[in-house]
């Protein structure tokens, strides 16, 4: 019904509000398919569930409030009002059903865990991505571009990853990792690193066996003493 409203003429006056109810209407859907919770039994597997599936309703979340940020600035009299009423009605659905749900389940299965080591097991791991991801495709000869984007959503990378497919006609891969504790951003960026070990100085700075990280010019020498860079 909504891609045939967006076909009239009225349509743009009001196309936030049908924006925004379609992503409504995608998380009621999430929501009914998963009423009786996520009980996975294991971290590893509770982590899969959400990069293949549940980082979804993170998506439609995203995309409400985009659509009901651009409505505020066009918005209706009649309509504005019970838009946010709908907006209530979504902070409720995410918060207090889907990441409370979601976030009980996975503390409950990863409390104990944590207790005995900050790497969960059979998670890849961000200190180990220079080596797993970089290094074999650097023995072959091959050329590597990473990009950095500090914080960036899960889902906002899947969406990426789906246009990427559809604009480019290529193919692209998306993957995950557990971060660094804690995830901030001067231990993560030296965790991508190639290195043995991470270490602190006096000064809280990160080292890479014993090399500053600190600054872009820091961490260029770090990849040249792997012949990167």
């Given at each position: 019904?909504?891609?045939?409203?967006?076909?009239?003429?009225?349509?743009?006056?009001?196309?936030?509000?049908?924006?925004?109810?379609?992503?409504?209407?995608?998380?009621?859907?999430?929501?009914?398919?998963?009423?009786?919770?996520?009980?996975?039994?294991?971290?590893?597997?509770?982590?899969?569930?959400?990069?293949?599936?549940?980082?979804?309703?993170?998506?439609?979340?995203?995309?409400?409030?985009?659509?009901?940020?651009?409505?505020?600035?066009?918005?209706?009299?009649?309509?504005?009002?019970?838009?946010?009423?709908?907006?209530?009605?979504?902070?409720?659905?995410?918060?207090?059903?889907?990441?409370?749900?979601?976030?009980?389940?996975?503390?409950?299965?990863?409390?104990?865990?944590?207790?005995?080591?900050?790497?969960?097991?059979?998670?890849?791991?961000?200190?180990?991505?220079?080596?797993?991801?970089?290094?074999?495709?650097?023995?072959?000869?091959?050329?590597?571009?990473?990009?950095?984007?500090?914080?960036?959503?899960?889902?906002?990378?899947?969406?990426?990853?789906?246009?990427?497919?559809?604009?480019t006609k290529g193919t692209a891969k998306l993957s995950a990792m557990q971060s660094m504790f804690p995830s901030a951003t001067p231990y993560g960026m030296a965790a991508l690193l190639p290195h043995k070990q991470i270490t602190l100085d006096e000064n809280l700075k990160v080292l890479c066996d014993g090399m500053?990280?600190?600054?872009?010019?820091?961490?260029?020498?770090?990849?040249?003493?792997?012949?990167?860079?």
């Amino acid at each position: 019904a909504t891609n045939t409203r967006r076909t009239m003429k009225w349509y743009k006056r009001v196309r936030h509000y049908y924006d925004g109810l379609l992503q409504v209407a995608n998380m009621q859907k999430f929501n009914r398919d998963h009423i009786a919770g996520f009980h996975i039994a294991e971290h590893s597997k509770l982590f899969k569930a959400y990069c293949d599936e549940y980082y979804k309703m993170d998506t439609y979340y995203r995309q409400f409030h985009s659509a009901f940020g651009k409505s505020l600035k066009e918005s209706s009299t009649v309509l504005e009002d019970l838009y946010k009423n709908v907006a209530d009605y979504v902070e409720n659905l995410y918060t207090n059903w889907y990441l409370n749900t979601l976030g009980s389940q996975w503390n409950k299965l990863t409390f104990d865990e944590f207790q005995k080591d900050s790497e969960l097991v059979d998670i890849p791991q961000q200190n180990r991505f220079y080596n797993n991801q970089i290094s074999p495709l650097l023995q072959n000869n091959g050329r590597v571009y990473v990009i950095i984007s500090d914080a960036l959503r899960y889902e906002v990378a899947a969406e990426l990853c789906d246009l990427l497919v559809a604009e480019t006609k290529g193919t692209a891969k998306l993957s995950a990792m557990q971060s660094m504790f804690p995830s901030a951003t001067p231990y993560g960026m030296a965790a991508l690193l190639p290195h043995k070990q991470i270490t602190l100085d006096e000064n809280l700075k990160v080292l890479c066996d014993g090399m500053s990280t600190d600054g872009t010019a820091a961490r260029e020498k770090v990849l040249k003493t792997v012949g990167s860079g």
